[in-house]
């Protein structure tokens, strides 16, 4: 079955330091993959998209990679700040390509 | 910036009683979408929208649900007989083309009891 997986745990880390966060999937063969942000009881915010044929994007502090080969993509945010602070999913494109799968998410929180 | 509005926020209902969900998708936008969330749970696809017709629907999607776009610019979600398990937020969310980042709106809340 397909599967998305991120790191359950949730991540803390120092105000000004690099957050890394991992996204690994099986059975997929997307086109793309796709990062939101979400705070409590609101919805997702579209982040960044990257495509099969990327391996890299980059939007202001925020870094992805995308290894279909290794079938993960990694999250980065650099110079993080507790305005970080949030839950961030990973998101493939379902078989039929008109809608997404969301991974479970992984929690960051940036402490000062 | 454009959003989707969504209404109500919040909605309590009796198990076994309809509700409609009420969603407001960003006007140049022709795809659309039901998400749900149950608390403390990941983000599930229910159904997504395109030309008038759905193009595809979840396992979750059964025949007690049914969306609609009544006119040009609301897309609705129906729950026919809710259920406790029904209990969760529901976000709808739009995008010009099947590969581009989704708009989410704010959700509904909603609680069965």
């Known amino acids: 079955s397909q599967k998305i997986e991120q790191n359950s745990e949730a991540l803390n880390i120092q105000e000004g330091k690099t957050a890394t966060l991992t996204c690994n999937y099986t059975?997929?063969?997307?086109?793309?993959l796709q990062w939101y942000r979400q705070d409590p009881g609101r919805g997702p915010v579209f982040l960044l998209l990257?495509?099969?044929?990327?391996k890299e994007k980059r939007k202001e502090r925020l870094k992805v990679t995308f290894d279909t080969t290794l079938k993960q993509s990694l999250f980065h945010i650099t110079a993080s700040q507790p305005a970080d602070s949030a839950t961030y999913l990973c998101?493939?494109?379902?078989?039929?390509?008109?809608?997404?799968?969301f991974g479970k998410g992984t929690s960051l929180l940036v402490t000062p | 910036e454009p959003e989707v509005t969504q209404t109500p926020s919040h909605q309590v209902t009796q198990m076994g009683q309809e509700v409609i969900l009420r969603c407001v998708p960003i006007s140049n936008h022709l795809y659309f979408y039901w998400y749900r969330q149950i608390l403390g749970q990941k983000v599930e696809f229910l159904v997504s929208?395109?030309?008038?017709?759905?193009?595809?629907k979840s396992e979750i999607f059964d025949d007690q649900f049914s969306v609609e776009r009544p006119d040009g610019s609301n897309f609705t979600l129906k729950i026919r007989s809710t259920k406790l398990e029904d209990s969760a937020m529901y976000f709808c969310a739009s995008n010009k083309q099947a590969n581009y980042g989704y708009t989410f709106g704010s959700g509904t809340r909603l609680t069965v009891v």
């Open positions: 990257i495509r099969e044929n990327e």
């Open positions: 998101a493939l494109a379902t078989n039929s390509g008109y809608a997404l799968n």
């Open positions: 059975n997929y063969s997307p086109a793309y």
């Open positions: 929208f395109y030309n008038n017709e759905i193009s595809e």
